[in-house]
């Protein structure tokens, strides 16, 4: 008999997340962990662990959800464009179900978030909402009228391997993405870009918290990596703007909680 609380895992490149839901949607369960770099079975073994304690909140068989870096291939059913890449050519939705003992639902991160924002969230009753992930890396979702916008290869919203806009002198040449190309945002917007561009700058390895804790401490080179940052996420989303034209645009991910933004990107 399945129940209706609900399991929801949020694979990240920096943790895995798991939430229990009741049957009226209230938390009566969480758990997180790091994420195991780069080795695909360590992970899977990982979320099994998470999920086996949330079982035990369940009073019967729940569903489960579990938000993804990158896609699942319309195609081949293999994942693609993830940038934990070690998951990519991997049949994830097969594998992860096989362990678990169940069917389970798999789905870009970024859809997950954007589609909650605008069924219940900070977007609530709007038509058209972008949803950005600035994490370990850089994602977007779509939704119109109340669905996702996927695209013909599961890929729609997707705009962390889309170019910089209008770059300057100074970022010229662009760095290198993991996809194979150079400039794209997830390499200046996301968190592991501001920390490239830290030690670009300073020489000195700084996590993007402690980078904006120093900027919020006075320290002047951080302030100018994170207007840097801010600078070129206005860019990212202005190009958005011209060819969507959103109702709202909601931001997710870790460096969504650094308040500056959302002072300083209006503005730009």
Not at 41 to 59: F, H, L, M, N, W
Request: overall charge neutral.
């Amino acid at each position: 008999m399945q129940s209706s609380f609900k399991i929801g895992v949020d694979l990240g490149g920096t943790k895995i997340a798991t939430i229990v839901l009741d049957r009226h949607a209230s938390v009566v369960f969480e758990s997180r962990s790091p994420t195991p770099k780069a080795d695909y079975e360590q992970v899977i073994g990982s979320i099994v662990k998470q999920v086996d304690e949330a079982r035990t909140y369940c009073p019967s068989t729940a569903t489960i959800g579990i938000g993804i870096p990158g896609s699942q291939s319309p195609e081949t059913g293999l994942i693609q464009n993830a940038n934990s890449t070690w998951m990519n050519g991997r049949n994830f939705s097969k594998d992860i179900a096989r362990a678990l003992g169940q069917q389970i639902k798999i789905a870009n991160d970024a859809n997950c978030f954007a589609l909650s924002e605008a069924l219940d969230g900070a977007a609530k009753g709007a038509n058209t909402v972008f949803g950005v992930i600035i994490g370990t890396g850089c994602g977007g979702g779509l939704v119109a009228n109340g669905k996702l916008v996927t695209g013909r290869h599961a890929i729609g919203g997707e705009w962390g391997h889309t170019p910089l806009p209008w770059p300057g002198e100074s970022e010229i040449p662009a760095p290198r993405c993991w996809c194979g190309r150079n400039g794209c945002l997830e390499t200046w917007v996301s968190g592991s870009g501001m920390e490239r561009d830290c030690r670009a700058t300073t020489s000195n390895n700084l996590s993007a918290e402690t980078i904006s804790q120093k900027a919020l401490n006075g320290d002047s080179t951080c302030q100018k990596i994170l207007k840097n940052h801010c600078d070129r996420l206005a860019r990212g989303l202005a190009m958005i703007t011209n060819i969507i034209d959103p109702d709202v645009i909601v931001l997710g991910g870790g460096l969504s909680n650094m308040d500056h933004l959302y002072d300083q990107l209006p503005a730009r």
